[in-house]
């Protein structure tokens, strides 16, 4: 009995698991656009001399990257509405949560990646006229970016791994309709290996994905 | 009016300090049009420093550079709101389009095709449009022999044709002043005779130059100036016929060091 | 229903339930400190499998690196827990269970780390060890692994710091770990800004302190390799972020 596998469980309510599944992935998708349009202003108020841009920079990644996720959705979901600032939806708080966890980690990495660009680009840049925001916009951020995207893409494996845990907040994600469907049907097992399942497959190329852009961008020739 | 009769640049008491560190003492300097200027010296001499204080690639701490009549001091620390020293800089960004600099490490943009390289500066700082810019890339990098590379990426090329597409970036925009940081020093032998032989043109087409270089045959040859800095200020310049015979000890133990080295 | 934003605020509760949320913290505590220890040995058993000279040794590893990688803690925490455990007809204690997903998972990360660092130590290294005559055990000991370590210190303290934050999803099993703490009390006292306030405030003391702790560590080590002293802007030290590129991340 341990290990008979009623996969007609899985097949009945497939399209409910994978509507779930996409939910998860447009989440994610929608976090990380947050986490790397906020990443990047963040990145240039850290690198800023002025230090009111850099203290206020530094404490927000701070914040980003030592608060778990779990409490920013649900500080976020509960803890907000209940001091009347503001009440989203579940997806909302899921995206915006993603979004600002994220960002404390795309900031580190487009910090990374410009401070990879050789300083004699700038200086390159500078000779022949640029302004300073010409040099970052046509010569520092197209190189920094080459070095971002790597470590960027794993930022992304993470937020597709965190949410996950929307289900918590009543995000009708697969998890959700695994426990809702796990309930009725009396089959956890299945259920929840399905859905394991496929969000590891999901995971695992984004996973994959990373590793083959951070091999390929290490052999790229750069001087 | 009477910049055309006064000297092209001309530094007044230029330091610069790096923290506690000086590494330029207070220095004076004039360069003429269509003067040759060849600076020579150890390493960690400050003839590197000299040159990016000219076009405050590296401002300097205190002083004035006169440029083309122009006065030009170091700019103000605004730390607290950067934005506050955007006027000072544009001025600095106008400053550097007269002046053309060559480096060491070539410091072409990986990025851009050669071309691109070229047409980037002409179009950002010249206004011209996209056509134009790389129609007059292309013939930018036809005079020091590039043009056949216009599409390649620089990391298809090897060092001294770096240096040509960097040299040609520079030249592009025209500028009254073309300054060369070692621009041979990191070339394989082979490739530095080449690069010599376009700045030697640039020089007898009456181009002014500030020039630093180890190259002592080429100093010799094309200079009308030569400056031996040591430890952070100008030990002794003269003719290269001068400097046959230089004044100075450390200028001798200099020229025997690398004649001999 | 209007109400003036931060009328209300009662932190009082938070203070009255601190010893609840110190024993959350233990709970936290025990469970990073013994999750890392087992991450670093299962981290060392992958490496190996991934350095081994047999291919199909090194295939599983390699395999098993990225399988665990692309897993979600939560994921597996609710299959274990939820799925196995009712399909075995046993039940997991919550501890036990969340030590081990943790450290599993985390494993493939270091393993990772020690590979790159394992293989960042230039040959020359080697050579020149075994050209002086030192036989291999004493490159090894005295001159390979104090380099590696140097070198991985900083990564491992990234995962260390991610297997704290982590705890807090076993709350999703019930293990009664800080966040747990306060999602209860949040409840009972109908406070959760409160209290999940007062949650995040005390997650960024701790990754604080423990990254100021890992900061001093690698310190040491690398003082006691003579190199030059690794250059810190003071920015870089608030909550310790900023001053070293990190790009590890874990989940």
């Not at chain 1, 049907?185 to 083959?212: C, D, N, Q, R, S």
């Not at chain 2, 955007?86 to 490490?105: C, K, S, Y």
């Not at chain 3, 405030?201 to 890992?214: D, K, R, S």
């Amino acid at each position: 009995m341990v290990f008979a596998f009623d996969t007609t469980v899985i097949s009945d309510h497939s399209s409910e698991l994978l509507d779930g599944l996409l939910l998860t992935v447009e989440v994610a998708a929608l976090g990380f656009a947050i986490a790397a349009l906020l990443g990047l202003p963040l990145a240039l108020a850290g690198r800023s001399q002025s230090p009111l841009l850099r203290v206020p920079a530094t404490l927000w990644v701070g914040l980003a990257r030592g608060v778990p996720l779990l409490i920013v959705i649900f500080w976020l979901y509960y803890a907000a509405a209940q001091e009347g600032l503001f009440s989203l939806t579940a997806f909302l708080a899921g995206a915006l949560s993603l979004g600002l966890t994220g960002s404390g980690y795309m900031s580190e990495i487009y910090r990374t990646a410009f401070s990879a660009v050789p300083s004699g680009q700038r200086e390159g840049a500078a000779a022949i006229g640029l302004s300073r925001w010409q040099t970052f916009r046509l010569v520092i951020f197209p190189q920094a970016l080459r070095t971002a995207i790597p470590p960027g893409m794993n930022v992304f494996v993470m937020l597709l791994k965190g949410a996950t845990l929307l289900s918590v907040i009543g995000l009708a994600d697969m998890f959700y309709t695994a426990k809702l469907v796990a309930v009725n049907e009396f089959k956890p097992f299945e259920l929840y290996t399905a859905a394991a399942v496929l969000v590891i497959a999901v995971t695992l190329v984004a996973a994959l994905a990373a590793g083959v852009a951070e091999r390929r961008m290490s052999k790229g020739v750069r001087r | 009016m009477s910049a055309s009769t006064s000297s092209l640049l001309e530094l007044r008491q230029v330091t610069k300090q790096f923290g506690e560190t000086t590494v330029l003492h207070p220095t004076d300097l004039q360069v003429e049009r269509g003067e040759v200027v060849c600076v020579i010296g150890p390493s960690g001499s400050g003839k590197s420093t000299l040159l990016r204080c000219v076009n405050f690639i590296a401002p300097p701490t205190t002083g004035t550079i006169v440029f083309d009549g122009e006065e030009y001091r170091p700019p103000k620390d605004h730390r607290w709101i950067p934005a506050l020293g955007i006027p000072e800089e544009q001025r600095l960004t106008r400053l550097r389009t007269q002046v053309g600099m060559v480096f060491q490490q070539f410091n072409v943009f990986p990025h851009l095709t050669v071309r691109e390289n070229v047409a980037l500066g002409l179009r950002k700082t010249c206004g011209l449009g996209k056509k134009a810019a790389d129609a007059r890339a292309v013939e930018e990098l036809g005079k020091v022999g590039m043009a056949e590379k216009a599409a390649a990426y620089p990391e298809q090329l090897s060092g001294g044709q770096k240096q040509r597409v960097a040299i040609a970036r520079a030249l592009a925009l025209e500028p009254k002043l073309m300054l060369f940081d070692e621009a041979t020093s990191a070339l394989d032998p082979e490739l530095v005779g080449g690069v010599l032989q376009i700045m030697r043109d640039l020089a007898a087409g009456g181009m002014t130059m500030m020039v630093v270089t180890h190259e002592m045959r080429f100093a010799m040859d094309v200079a009308d100036r030569v400056i031996f800095m040591d430890r952070g200020g100008i030990v002794e310049q003269g003719t290269p016929e001068q400097f046959k015979s230089p004044q100075h000890e450390r200028t001798r133990a200099f020229l025997k060091s690398i004649n001999h080295g | 229903m209007t109400t003036t934003v931060f009328a209300a605020l009662d932190f009082g509760p938070v203070w009255e339930m601190r010893s609840e949320l110190l024993s959350g913290i233990g709970t936290m505590a025990l469970v990073s400190v013994v999750s890392f220890a087992i991450a670093i040995v299962g981290g060392l058993v992958l490496a190996g499998m991934r350095q081994s000279r047999s291919l199909p040794i090194s295939w599983a590893g390699f395999v098993l690196i990225q399988v665990l990688r692309g897993i979600a803690l939560y994921v597996l925490l609710l299959w274990l827990f939820f799925g196995l455990a009712a399909q075995g007809g046993f039940q997991f204690e919550p501890i036990p269970a969340g030590i081990f997903a943790l450290a599993l998972l985390n494993s493939a990360y270091l393993a990772e780390i020690f590979r790159a660092g394992y293989e960042a130590v230039p040959p020359g290294q080697k050579e020149a060890a075994l050209a002086c005559g030192l036989p291999k055990r004493t490159w090894f000991g005295k001159i390979h692994l104090p380099q590696v370590t140097q070198i991985t210190l900083p990564a491992m303290g990234n995962v260390f710091v991610d297997i704290i934050k982590d705890t807090s999803i076993l709350s999703a099993i019930g293990v009664a770990e800080l966040l747990r703490e306060s999602q209860r009390w949040a409840q009972f006292y109908e406070l959760p800004f409160e209290f999940y306030t007062a949650a995040a405030a005390i997650y960024i003391a701790i990754v604080t302190l423990v990254t100021f702790g890992w900061r001093r560590l690698e310190r040491r080590f690398s003082r006691h390799l003579h190199t030059a002293p690794r250059v810190r802007r003071s920015r870089g030290l608030l909550f310790g972020i900023g001053g070293r590129p990190s790009t590890t991340t874990a989940s």
